[in-house]
């Protein structure tokens, strides 16, 4: 019963590094997204997915890359770290079914800090 | 656009005192409206949902009505616990192709005991 998986759950960046946050599901959701987490103001999404082969831009999409060749899989992109990218990312799950009656799945987070 | 509106916090509150946390909206269509919770150092946990109009959901004491008239889906319980110290996120599910999330700016809730 792992549900959404996010690895790593800490990560220390230099300014200008690349890395790539996983994000791994097993209940099959068509829909998948990222969000970043800062104080005060609540969740923004970065990227979104409707399934396999297709991703598409949310409202902070800038500096990030996203992918998705499998249903599982959902990894983030960061192309070359910045400090106003220090954050908590959090990546969710959904299944879609053409009924907006299902909630989110989310992961655990990752903390990341860009120095 | 689509949007989710929700009472600045914190809110804090005495033990067994009533909790209303206030959410409006603005959708196109008919969208699903959910709240969720989330505990220090973790992630957000679905915590009650409602598909269509006068809907209630309701879970582990909490409850929430789906209000078209008045594009609101006000979170109440009538008897916090300090456990229930979290922040809440009121959130709506659009009913175009992407059926996509939007989200609350979150209220943190205290309770002493």
């Known amino acids: 019963n792992a549900g959404v998986t996010q690895t790593p759950k800490f990560q220390v960046l230099k300014t200008g590094q690349s890395m790539t946050l996983q994000c791994a599901q097993d209940?099959?959701?068509?829909?998948m997204s990222w969000y970043r987490q800062d104080p005060g103001m609540g969740l923004r999404l970065i990227h979104y997915?409707?399934?396999?082969?297709?991703?598409d831009q949310g409202e902070v999409p800038n500096g990030y890359n996203v992918s998705r060749s499998t249903t599982e899989d959902f990894p983030l992109r960061l192309l070359s770290a910045a400090p106003s990218q220090t954050s908590v990312y959090f990546c969710?799950?959904?299944?879609?079914?053409?009924?907006?009656?299902?909630?989110?799945?989310f992961g655990s987070g990752t903390r990341l800090t860009v120095v | 656009g689509d949007s989710v509106t929700q009472m600045e916090g914190p809110v804090t509150l005495s033990e067994e005192a009533f909790l209303t946390i206030n959410c409006t909206y603005t959708?196109?269509?008919?969208?699903?409206l959910f709240w969720y919770v989330q505990y220090p150092g973790e992630g957000l946990q679905l915590l009650l949902k409602?598909?269509?109009?006068?809907d209630k959901g309701s879970n582990k004491g909490f409850e929430a009505t789906y209000r078209k008239e008045t594009t609101s889906f006000h979170l109440e319980k009538g008897s916090v616990q300090v456990s229930d110290s979290a922040v809440y996120f009121c959130?709506?599910?659009?009913?175009?192709?992407?059926?996509?999330?939007?989200f609350g700016t979150g209220t943190r809730l205290k309770v002493l005991a």
């Open positions: 997915s409707v399934g396999a082969g297709i991703t």
């Open positions: 409602a598909t269509k109009a006068d």
């Open positions: 959130a709506l599910r659009i009913t175009s192709g992407t059926y996509k999330y939007i």
């Open positions: 969710a799950s959904s299944s879609a079914q053409g009924t907006t009656n299902y909630g989110y799945t």
């Open positions: 209940m099959n959701h068509e829909y």
């Open positions: 959708a196109t269509g008919y969208p699903s």
